[in-house]
């Protein structure tokens, strides 16, 4: 399978909620439960990490950077989201989306990447190992869902070019 990673443009949004909208149905990717409206989303996301993959043309799966803090001191920390479409997990699209942020962070010189996953995301949890995150640890019952307090693993990749 062929899965082409490019940028994120605001006209590929209604494909993207719609991918984040599997995400949220399955109960393990997020605590949010629709996903927000563009310019919301937009203010949250660095311009410079946002892409999509694409497979026979189609949008399969998309990726971005949220920053961690305001804080200049963090300015070179991020948050990860990668979300993949149903139809396309566990062909490549997570790993292929995920290598093209690592390689576009430090582009952006980014020197740490975090990752909040809940551990019943065993895919997402390997996907990030494989490219270099970490178990840092985990955050016992952070937050409510359905009625029911979930852990979240902390995840982290620090750059091996940048800020050494």
Do not use: K
Request: proline share 4%.
């Amino acid at each position: 399978m062929d899965v082409r990673v490019g940028v994120l443009e605001p006209s590929d949004w209604p494909d993207v909620a719609a991918i984040y909208t599997q995400g949220i149905e399955t109960g393990d990717a997020t605590f949010e439960t629709a996903p927000p409206e563009w310019s919301e989303w937009d203010s949250t996301h660095r311009d410079d990490c946002r892409l999509v993959a694409r497979v026979d043309g189609d949008i399969a799966g998309w990726g971005a950077l949220s920053p961690v803090s305001d804080r200049c001191v963090y300015g070179g920390v991020a948050e990860t989201s990668v979300y993949v479409a149903s139809a396309m997990r566990a062909r490549g699209v997570g790993g292929a989306l995920l290598r093209h942020l690592v390689a576009a962070s430090e582009e952006a010189g980014i020197w740490t990447l975090e990752a909040g996953v809940f551990p019943e995301n065993e895919r997402s949890v390997r996907v990030h190992l494989s490219q270099g995150f970490r178990i840092v640890g985990v955050r016992e019952r952070l937050g409510c869902s359905h009625g029911t307090w979930r852990d979240v693993l902390l995840l982290e990749r620090r750059s091996t070019t940048v800020g050494t």
